[in-house]
């Protein structure tokens, strides 16, 4: 007994003993063993503004407002700001994403659906998932391949490939948990770049390629099992066939029957899908009509819904609750897919729940989200091809001849916004503080597409009126923006700048030199008492091949990174100039003949040049610049896709081997034309 008892006190002092010593690494294993991984549920989403250290949704909290109440970080020590870490995503595309972090733990996602998880305090990777392994490059996408984010929920993360899949993701481990093929057409231009979005019992995501020949839709899986639960199309297929969804119904009877339907229609909902815990409903908008030519489309004529509208939908069944057609029968290109702003609002003496949106037709928008009813539409830019929208009927009152394009206003014939639209996906920032609504605002038109002027616009959306304006470079640059309670407005530059604006003024209080464009919105989050502020940093979206020699794309290259900042903190690494351009190279002997390369000419415009703009450091190759294997290889290279892995598709089911061939002797041509542009003229 005795004994048997001072074995006991023996092993009690010993474990009492290790427990003491190894205490603080007993601790620390504890923490990272039990460290909640992407635990965000329904509890923790609506009582986000009692949490702002985290960073729930893509902006901050269910309704997207891209306000932070934190405040450490303020007007008046923001010039202590300063680099804390950064991560490198190893990518050269686009980063369009705003992070997620909580618990410690950023997640955020790259150009084809990567996903980066990492230790928030910093930037320490601690697990990558990459989808591209044997992902088929789309040779049809519009704006660059691209992502804008993820969802977290119940411990899985939850992000779309560049091709369509859905994959719901261990958020400890990003281990796959299910993955779903989400394209119903794979002869369609679709890819899938926006973010996923729970719903209740289920995950919906969408999909882009209204430029090309896709229908749009929305599909939602179960969390659990990724079965689908109900697929909503946007457009009516052809007439003679059953409605896919009952919603159609009505639809089909906007269209003319004789529309070219193997165009698809468009409709597409390529971004901002977003759930509403209160009124469970989900909201999205649509994009534009395929053809964007309404004659071309559908020749009668006819709204064409649910072309460039806003749909609000029940998550559990599928079935519609409401739309409202910001621009019926679209002939603009006038996507009405921007982000969505779910606040409550008071309006001549009443609180109404309102979503608030920007959309490209250049009206801010704000809409009651329970009816779909417009509450109020002003310009927040020029706008001419409509004269205001009736707030009885809901409906746009077109200005004449918009449908022409010979609308003219001072003698200058075009239609405002451009099809860029006066707001395109970058998410824009409601600060209930100061009652404004900072927006990334583009200024221009159909017909002066890349001359316009874009503008850090502080909107009030009461009065609908500017209250002030930061100019910004050029037309791409319109990045995405963030406010908080520090009274600061945050925002990237396509020079590479990081910049905080007084939320109130405009005046400009701190500004950061990456040395990176940035596109994508800031988030703020707080960790141990410190307050950091983090941007996905890398050019992309629309436009992306091409890159401004003002841009820091141009001048340091396109590697893109995750950086974070906080007060006192260190410089921010900046990458290096990019080496003078070398000579073109000498091309290989013409062996076309006038007519070949003629054809190749044709054939490299319908499919290549929205790519390869042979440019100085644009971001696709330039061609004029091909290496000798290359030319060797051109075959293997377009038809064969040995270049797949860096972004080139193969084309051997688009173009023949004559076709290549011919597109072969345009571009030695062309290479000839760069190459003796520079040789020194012989003197006679
Ligand atoms: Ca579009």
């Not at 290790?18 to 549920?41: D, E, P, T, V």
Request: hydrophobic share 35%; proline share 7%.
């Amino acid at each position: 007994m005795r004994r048997k008892l001072s074995a006991c006190l023996v092993a009690a002092v010993a474990v009492s003993i290790f427990a003491y010593g190894a205490s603080k690494a007993l601790a620390q294993m504890r923490s990272a063993a039990h460290r909640a991984y992407g635990q965000i549920n329904l509890k923790r989403l609506m009582s986000a503004d009692q949490h702002p250290d985290q960073w729930l949704t893509s902006g901050r909290d269910f309704g997207r407002s891209y306000y932070s109440p934190l405040n450490q970080i303020n007007q008046s020590n923001v010039s202590r700001l300063g680099f804390a870490w950064e991560y490198k995503t190893h990518t050269v595309r686009g980063l369009e994403a705003t992070p997620i972090v909580v618990d410690g733990v950023m997640y955020s996602s790259g150009p084809v659906g990567q996903v980066y998880a990492l230790d928030a305090r910093t930037g320490k990777g601690i697990w990558t998932f990459d989808p591209s392994n044997n992902m088929r490059v789309n040779q049809h996408s519009c704006c660059d391949e691209d992502n804008r984010g993820i969802d977290v929920w119940e411990g899985k993360v939850y992000v779309a490939s560049f091709d369509g899949h859905l994959y719901s993701l261990d958020a400890r481990t990003g281990h796959v948990i299910w993955k779903v093929d989400t394209i119903a057409n794979h002869a369609r231009g679709y890819t899938s770049t926006g973010a996923p979005e729970v719903a209740h019992h289920v995950v919906i995501i969408g999909n882009a390629g209204a430029e090309f020949d896709a229908r749009g839709y929305v599909s939602a899986y179960y969390l659990d099992t990724g079965k689908l639960a109900w697929r909503f199309y946007t457009v009516p297929g052809p007439p003679g066939k059953p409605y896919e969804n009952p919603e159609l119904k009505k639809a089909a009877k906007t269209w003319d029957p004789k529309s070219d339907w193997k165009m698809g229609g468009g409709g597409t909902v390529w971004d901002a899908i977003q759930y509403d815990p209160e009124l469970n409903l989900v909201y999205f908008g649509t994009g534009n009509g395929t053809f964007y030519n309404r004659q071309q489309r559908s020749p009668d004529g006819g709204d064409n819904l649910y072309i460039s509208s806003i749909v609000a939908l029940n998550p559990d069944t599928g079935r519609m609750a409401w739309y409202y057609q910001e621009v019926p029968g679209d002939q603009w290109d006038f996507d009405v897919v921007q982000p969505l702003i779910l606040t409550d609002l008071k309006i001549d003496g009443s609180v109404h729940k309102v979503i608030m949106q920007a959309p490209k037709p250049g009206f801010f928008m704000i809409i009651d989200r329970k009816t779909g009813k417009v509450l109020s539409a002003n310009p927040y830019v020029p706008v001419t091809w409509a004269k205001y929208v009736d707030l009885k009927t809901g409906r746009p009152v077109e200005a004449p001849d918009a449908r022409s394009f010979k609308y003219s206003t001072n003698g200058k014939k075009y239609i405002e916004p451009s099809p860029m639209g006066g707001h395109n996906w970058d998410p824009m920032s409601w600060d209930p503080q100061t009652g404004l609504v900072y927006i990334p605002a583009i200024e221009n038109g159909q017909t002066t597409l890349f001359s316009g002027k874009t503008y850090l616009r502080a909107w009030d959306p009461i009065r609908g009126k500017a209250v002030w304006n930061v100019p910004l470079m050029d037309w791409w640059d319109h990045a995405g923006v963030m406010s908080t309670a520090g009274g600061l407005v945050f925002q990237g530059t396509g020079d590479g700048y990081f910049n905080a604006y007084d939320a109130k003024t405009g005046q400009k209080l701190k500004s950061i030199f990456t040395g990176t464009t940035i596109v994508a919105a800031p988030m703020t989050y707080e960790i141990d008492g410190v307050q950091y502020v983090a941007v996905m940093a890398a050019w992309g979206g629309g436009g992306w091949n091409f890159a401004h020699p003002n841009s820091a794309a141009y001048q340091r290259g396109n590697e893109g990174r995750i950086l974070a900042f906080k007060l006192n903190g260190g410089s921010t690494p900046v990458p290096p100039l990019l080496p003078p351009l070398p000579p073109f190279p000498k091309p290989p002997a013409q062996t076309g003949t006038a007519q070949t390369i003629k054809e190749g000419q044709q054939l490299f415009s319908d499919h290549c040049a929205s790519c390869h703009l042979n440019m100085d450091r644009s971001l696709a190759p330039d061609l004029r610049r091909l290496p000798p294997a290359a030319h060797t290889e051109f075959q293997q290279i377009v038809r064969g896709g040995i270049l797949q892995a860096a972004g080139m598709p193969p084309w051997n089911d688009v173009l023949t081997v004559k076709q290549v061939d011919a597109i072969h002797d345009y571009i030695i041509s062309l290479d000839w034309q760069a190459y003796n542009s520079q040789q020194p003229q012989k003197k006679k």
